[in-house]
């Protein structure tokens, strides 16, 4: 199984932008598709969006669609989420997680390998 650290966190104003990191090891990562998932206080987790192991076809929740970008370099191992206009509900713990099969269904049961998780926050 492929292991994955997130980073790029970390507290911005409202409207500000974030670039948030996925660096994979210990498997072929090319193989795998990644998503990024993210779940706030009190709230269930929510699939924002997936890229497939090539990096060429991305599929993306409804919300928040126009403001996120996913992108992917395999030869870094790194799959990246950049976030724009960021608003304070943005706020949560962003996850990525890798998925040997079914990257594509935004269900969490369908990624085998999760980070730890790095922390967004937007307020000013």
């Known amino acids: 199984q492929v292991q994955l650290v997130e980073s790029g966190g970390g507290l911005v104003q409202p409207g500000g932008s974030l670039t948030l990191s996925c660096v994979a090891s210990?498997?072929?990562?090319?193989?795998?598709?990644v998503g990024w998932f993210r779940q706030a206080p009190g709230k269930e987790r929510e699939f924002i969006g997936a890229?497939?192991?090539?990096?060429?076809?991305?599929y993306t929740a409804a919300s928040p669609r126009s403001r996120f970008t996913i992108s992917r370099d395999n030869a870094k191992n790194t799959v990246y989420l950049q976030m724009n206009d960021l608003k304070p509900e943005d706020t949560a713990v962003y996850y990525c997680?890798?998925?040997?099969?079914?990257?594509?269904?935004?269900?969490?049961?369908?990624?085998?390998?999760w980070g730890q998780g790095t922390q967004v926050t937007v307020s000013s």
């Open positions: 997680a890798a998925s040997g099969g079914r990257y594509w269904t935004g269900r969490s049961a369908d990624f085998g390998s």
């Open positions: 210990g498997g072929t990562f090319s193989n795998y598709g």
């Open positions: 890229t497939d192991p090539s990096g060429s076809t991305k």
